[in-house]
């Protein structure tokens, strides 16, 4: 990490190996660390529910968004990326708090779940887990994948991360995995959701008690 621009220390996401960039939420950019006059515009990528695409150029350091048919190899490579406020919470939470100050604590009382080590909320009206101290760090269902006839998700327990499916394809069905690597069944998320959601419920009827 460096200090950059406004006067923050921004984090860096390595797109791959060899590619590093500094991640900057509020202008949505990322920036080389070989050449801070070379960025990366999410607006230039194509944005899915829980992360970006774009074809990478290794020449340039930069997206290829002329020709996305262009073939793989050497020079090209398809990538995936989060949305840049998973990487640049400070950024985030500074940008949030400027454009929607009243709005910042919107999800305090929803049903806390514990994923992997790691507290997220359940936020049943978009049926998305929503990492508490980071909310756009999310679990979508789309994030679940198939293991030993089990539907369940990847989690990264030192990045606090759901994995991608790109990001797991050595690991077979029989394998061990990584001790940092857990495979959390959807039925026992599911499970903590409803504990979570019994247990909010009992002490919102408990708090309405206090007041009679």
């Not at 190996?17 to 202008?27: E, L, Q, R, S, T």
């Not at 340039?60 to 996305?68: A, E, F, G, Q, T």
């Not at 690597?181 to 919102?204: G, M, R, S, V, Y």
Request: proline fraction near 6%; charged fraction near 30%.
């Amino acid at each position: 990490m460096e200090k950059h621009l406004e006067n923050r220390i921004l984090p860096v996401v390595e797109l791959f190996p060899g590619a590093i960039f500094y991640v900057d939420a509020i202008n949505q950019i990322l920036i080389d660390t070989k050449n801070k006059d070379n960025t990366l515009s999410t607006g230039e990528m194509m944005r899915l529910e829980d992360h970006f695409e774009f074809l990478y150029d290794k020449n340039n350091r930069n997206i290829k968004w002329d020709d996305w048919t262009a073939p793989r190899g050497e020079r090209y490579i398809y990538l995936w990326i989060r949305p840049l406020e998973v990487y640049d919470i400070e950024g985030a939470k500074l940008r949030d708090a400027q454009n929607s100050p009243s709005t910042s604590n919107k999800d305090k009382d929803l049903p806390e779940v514990n994923i992997g080590g790691t507290k997220f909320l359940w936020d049943t009206s978009n049926t998305v887990l929503k990492q508490k101290d980071n909310p756009y760090n999310r679990i979508y269902r789309c994030s679940m994948d198939m293991r030993c006839n089990v539907w369940g998700l990847y989690f990264d327990t030192q990045k606090k991360l759901s994995l991608f499916p790109h990001e797991i394809p050595s690991y077979a069905p029989t394998e061990k995995l990584p001790s940092h690597i857990l495979f959390i069944p959807e039925t026992e998320i599911n499970k903590k959701i409803l504990k979570a959601e019994n247990d909010l419920t009992k002490k919102f009827s408990k708090r309405k008690g206090n007041r009679l």
